[in-house]
């Protein structure tokens, strides 16, 4: 793509402004920092990957994994405000996840041990992570103040807050999978997914890039199984005082 045909995909922004102009939305600096932020933090990490890519250093490789997963951890932990310690669990979560799935790439040879590989798989499996963890805190706030009589109640009849707290719990990892689980049903049919579609105007195989996608659909049913359950384990609790009673 040339700079000049870059440059015309602001029509796209102008359109989207004017629109939310046009019904009074309130958008519109939103839109334009989010265009000029998007923009710059894809341009300064295309650069990064250039470098790292060229170098194919460990130690780069694990410190921009790091950092993707402590952005990760920000921005679901901002659907958790007021649950103390709940940014911790959610980076032992998303890091749990990932170390897991790129073990089990890296090990059964799915996936080559180059940059080429590792960041890209781990920066979409991070990112999944971090879009369960917030859907499981804001489906957990919901039931939990929904369900406040029903929890205290067992509570009240000797129940531990494990207990009391499970339907909470598994109706909320049930939430925070069905996007994920959707998305897999529809794949090829509604949607092409971004990174099937990147490897075929690359010039890819057709079949080879449908291959590497099925690799992603199953790598982010697991890690959207693991990062929910994993932070329904080490979360729940938060929801509680220490004399047991709902906060």
Not at 57 to 67: F, P
Not at 195 to 208: D, L, V
Request: proline residues 2%.
């Amino acid at each position: 793509m040339s700079t000049l045909a870059l440059g015309f995909t602001l029509t796209f922004v102008m359109i989207t402004i004017a629109l939310s102009k046009w019904q009074k939305l309130g958008l519109e600096k939103d839109i334009a920092l989010g265009t000029i932020r998007g923009a710059l933090q894809l341009l300064f990490i295309g650069y990064v990957l250039h470098f790292v890519f060229k170098t194919n250093h460990i130690g780069l490789i694990l410190l921009i994994i790091a950092v993707m997963i402590v952005i990760a951890t920000r921005n679901a932990g901002k659907r958790g405000e007021g649950l103390k310690g709940i940014y911790w669990r959610i980076a032992i979560a998303i890091a749990v996840t990932e170390v897991l799935t790129l073990s089990l790439m890296l090990s059964l040879h799915i996936i080559e041990s180059t940059t080429q590989y590792i960041i890209p798989i781990s920066g979409m499996t991070i990112g999944s992570s971090m879009i369960v963890c917030g859907l499981f805190l804001n489906h957990m706030n919901r039931e939990v103040a929904s369900s406040r009589g029903e929890i205290e109640a067992l509570l009240a009849l000797g129940s531990t807050v494990r207990q009391a707290i499970q339907q909470a719990l598994q109706r909320s990892v049930k939430a925070s999978m069905i996007p994920t689980i959707d998305g897999m049903k529809t794949v090829g049919v509604v949607q092409l997914p971004g990174m099937m579609t990147g490897m075929i105007i690359a010039g890819a195989n057709p079949i080879e890039a449908v291959r590497y996608q099925i690799l992603i659909l199953c790598a982010f049913a697991a890690s959207a199984a693991i990062t929910s359950i994993l932070l329904s384990l080490l979360s729940y609790n938060l929801w509680f005082t220490r004399e047991m009673t709902l906060k």
